[in-house]
């Protein structure tokens, strides 16, 4: 399983932004799928999952502002990310799992970044 992020980058406080993993490869097996961050000095964080069958979570910290989704035929998932604050600065990552939404992440994409501006 291969994952690609993008559409991070530079954006300020208070403006929105929108990151699309494309997975390929054999995706038979996967079943659940999430985003991460890592804020610069911090450690990586779960930001959101999305199982297979539709439940999902969330981080306190980003309820209510960002929103996870998927397209199946297009095999990308998203994460659209709305009021955002300097304290979302980080590196995000796509990951996928065979474990479900309880499981360990198999499979890590590169990252795109995402700076918020004051």
């Known amino acids: 399983v291969q994952l690609v992020e993008s559409g991070g980058g530079l954006v300020q406080a208070g403006g929105s932004l929108r990151l699309s993993c494309a997975a390929s490869?054999?995706?038979?097996?996967?079943?659940?799928m999430g985003w991460y961050r890592q804020g610069p000095g911090k450690e990586r964080e779960l930001v959101t999952l999305?199982?297979?069958?539709?439940?999902?979570y969330y981080a306190d910290s980003v309820k209510g502002r960002f929103t996870i989704s998927r397209d199946n035929a297009k095999n990308t998932l998203y994460l659209q990310m709305h009021s955002l604050n300097p304290e979302d600065t980080a590196m995000y990552y796509c990951?996928?799992?065979?474990?479900?939404?309880?499981?360990?992440?198999?499979?890590w994409g590169k990252g795109t970044l995402v700076i918020v501006s004051s």
């Open positions: 990951a996928a799992g065979m474990g479900g939404l309880a499981g360990a992440m198999d499979y």
């Open positions: 490869g054999s995706l038979f097996s996967i079943n659940a």
């Open positions: 999305l199982g297979s069958g539709g439940s999902n």
